[in-house]
């Protein structure tokens, strides 16, 4: 069974850079795609970012140039790197993947919080 916890989140001010850690628990296998989505307050969650087992990655618009994904396969982590960020960015952070396209795996979620 795989389990996903999410942390890093807080409060900053605009402009400001935080890492989000999504540690995975359980085994990789069946795991391809790990994601980034984020749910800001009345709004529907949308997907940050995306990095395949063979580290591709994509970005929705809003982030392009400003965070970036990686994923450590040994360490069973996945980060968001954010800089530069706005009050716009402000939302929970989720981890999500699927295991063999089917189960899908989200974490509790992390805080953001960009001040202005």
């Known amino acids: 069974q795989v389990h996903l916890v999410e942390s890093g989140g807080g409060l900053v001010q605009t402009g400001g850079s935080l890492r989000l850690s999504c540690a995975i628990s359980g085994t990789l296998f069946g795991i391809n795609n790990m994601d980034w989505y984020r749910q800001a307050p009345g709004k529907q969650r949308e997907l940050v970012a995306t990095?395949?087992?063979?580290?591709?990655?994509n970005y929705a618009d809003s982030v392009k140039g400003r965070f970036t994904i990686s994923r450590d396969n040994a360490e069973k982590t996945v980060y968001l790197q954010m800089i530069s960020l706005k009050p716009e960015d402000t939302a929970v952070y989720y981890c999500h993947t699927s295991v063999f396209g089917r189960l899908e795996v989200w974490g509790q979620g992390t805080l953001v919080t960009v001040s202005s």
């Open positions: 990095i395949s087992r063979g580290r591709n990655v």
